[in-house]
C-alpha cells in the first residue's frame, strides 16, 4: 500500500517549457486535490476533483491545467512554465468531499524550479 | 473568500517548554478543522476536531475547538528537538481544506 506517489521528485525547467506532474494514489480515494507550497505561503489549493470526471479551480489556477484519468490518478500540466511557478507541488486524496471527515493524505512532493 | 489565520508565524523555544499555536478562522460551511506536522517532506496528519470543547490527545500533543469563537489551539507539552517542524492548520468545509500559512515552530537544546 504505497498511499499517494508523485513523479518527478525534483524538475528543472526553462521559461516557455511544458510538462506534466503526475500523481497516483491506491486508497480507492474519490477526492484528489493539488496544492503549491511556497515560502511564508502555506498551502494553497491549485486545483481538486471531488471525484472521478470532475475538477475544479482551487484558489490559484492560473497557468495550470489538471486531468483526472481515472479513479487512481490525477496529473497538472503546466503548458508553458514561468519563473513564478518555481514551488513545490504536493498531491493529496481524501475519502469523500461530503462526509465530515475531510482528512487528506499528503505524496511526497515534487520540487520544481523553473529558470 | 475562506480565511485561516496562524499565529504565531514562528517560535523558537528550549527543549521542555509548553507551547500554543493558533489558529482562527472565518469559512463559509465548516466540516472539520485539521492540524498536520509538515518536517523535511509532506504533511501528516495529527488531528480533526469537529465539535467545539472536545479535546483530541496524542501522547504530548493535544488539541479542541471552539466553533463559537471560531479558532483551535494545537498543545505541545515537554516539547523535545524532534517536535521542530511547519505546523499547518486546515479548515475542510463542503469542498476542500483552506490552510494557514503554518507556525515553524524550532526546540533547541
Known amino acids: 500500500n504505497a498511499g499517494v506517489t508523485q513523479t518527478p521528485k525534483f524538475q528543472v525547467l526553462k521559461t516557455g517549457q511544458s510538462m506534466t506532474l503526475q500523481c497516483a494514489q491506491d486508497m480507492n480515494h474519490n477526492s484528489m486535490y493539488w496544492y503549491r507550497q511556497d515560502p511564508g505561503m502555506g498551502l494553497r489549493l491549485i486545483y481538486y476533483?471531488?471525484?472521478?470526471?470532475?475538477?475544479d479551480k482551487g484558489e490559484v489556477p492560473n497557468g495550470y491545467n489538471v486531468s483526472r484519468l481515472n479513479k487512481r490518478e490525477f496529473s497538472l500540466r503546466l503548458e508553458s512554465a514561468a519563473p513564478s511557478q518555481t514551488s513545490v507541488y504536493f498531491c493529496?486524496?481524501?475519502?469523500?468531499?461530503?462526509?465530515?471527515?475531510?482528512?487528506?493524505?499528503f505524496g511526497p512532493g515534487t520540487r520544481l524550479t523553473v529558470l | 473568500e475562506d480565511k485561516v489565520v496562524q499565529s504565531p508565524l514562528s517560535l523558537v523555544v528550549h527543549e521542555g517548554d509548553t507551547v500554543t499555536l493558533n489558529c482562527s478562522y472565518e469559512?463559509?460551511?465548516?466540516?472539520?478543522l485539521l492540524w498536520y506536522k509538515q518536517e523535511k517532506k509532506a504533511p501528516t496528519f495529527l488531528f480533526m476536531l469537529?465539535?467545539?470543547?472536545i479535546e483530541k490527545k496524542s501522547g504530548r500533543l493535544s488539541s479542541i475547538l471552539d466553533k463559537k469563537e471560531l479558532f483551535s489551539i494545537l498543545n505541545i507539552t515537554a516539547t523535545q528537538t524532534g517536535d521542530s517542524a511547519i505546523y499547518l492548520c486546515?479548515?475542510?468545509?463542503?469542498?476542500?481544506?483552506?490552510f494557514g500559512t503554518g507556525t515553524r515552530l524550532q526546540v533547541t537544546l
Open positions: 486546515g479548515v475542510g468545509t463542503a469542498s476542500k481544506l483552506t
Open positions: 476533483s471531488a471525484s472521478e470526471g470532475t475538477t
Open positions: 493529496a486524496s481524501s475519502e469523500e468531499v461530503r462526509y465530515v471527515s475531510n482528512e487528506q493524505f
Open positions: 469559512v463559509t460551511n465548516f466540516r472539520s
Open positions: 469537529t465539535s467545539s470543547g
